[in-house]
């Protein structure tokens, strides 16, 4: 009895935080259209925190810190959001206007938007299931014979290159997975991590840019996205992966 009780008690618990969210998502996307903008981020920061992230409520995010003026938070959680769904168009489309918008886009080579399509661990599973494939096949010849089992070769080199292929993308992505964001406005990057160093760039909100694991003090060392390496106020940006925060 005592153990149906408490069964029927969490069960009620979880409802009443399903709702809770559910009423705040619905309050978050009626301020959106309201023109609230600033509300609307405070809310669904709020859902977020209840909920967890999703792509949805993550681009929803994106999109009320773009109209409240707030470029640098935008791209990061665009950028965010496409972590936790690549291939999802609507939320790339977003970002490229918004990047456009703020004089950020950069022409992207072949090959980082072919990575881009897929997550590090969508390629890294492609890869995989084709490495099982491949031993399949390689079983199959073993036990088979090459008389019984005369494309064996080819399937095997298919394979093959079906396990290796997706491994330089998912490089790329998980690469990616380091990067940060400018929030400030024109970020001053230093030649050295002091206040009083020479200015050797000014970086826009919503610049991605490549921390080097090296920090002194308030700075950290950093790698725009040109190639040139400074020093940046840790303030002035947030990683893509909350987690390194």
Known sequence: MKRRIIFLLLIGCVSLAVAQAASLFEQANTAYTKGRYSQATDLYQQVIG?????????????????????????????????????????????????????????????????????????????????????????????????????YACRISAFFLTATLLPLPPAWLRYQAWQDGVVTTESAKMLLSPFADAEIIGNLKAGSIIRPCNKEHGSYALIRDNDGHSGWLDRSSFQRVVAGQL
């Open 50 to 150: 209840q909920t967890g992230l999703s792509a949805e409520l993550l681009g929803n995010l994106a999109d009320s810190y773009a109209a409240d003026g707030q470029p640098g938070l935008a791209v990061l959680h665009y950028e965010r959001a496409l972590l936790v769904s690549p291939g999802n168009a609507a939320l790339r489309t977003a970002l490229t206007a918004l990047r456009q918008k703020e004089g950020l886009l950069q022409e992207q080579r072949l090959h980082e938007r072919l990575a881009g399509l897929l997550g590090a661990d969508q390629w890294l599973l492609l890869s995989g299931a084709a490495f099982v494939l491949l031993s399949l096949t390689v079983l199959a010849a073993g036990l088979l014979g090459r008389r019984r089992f005369p």
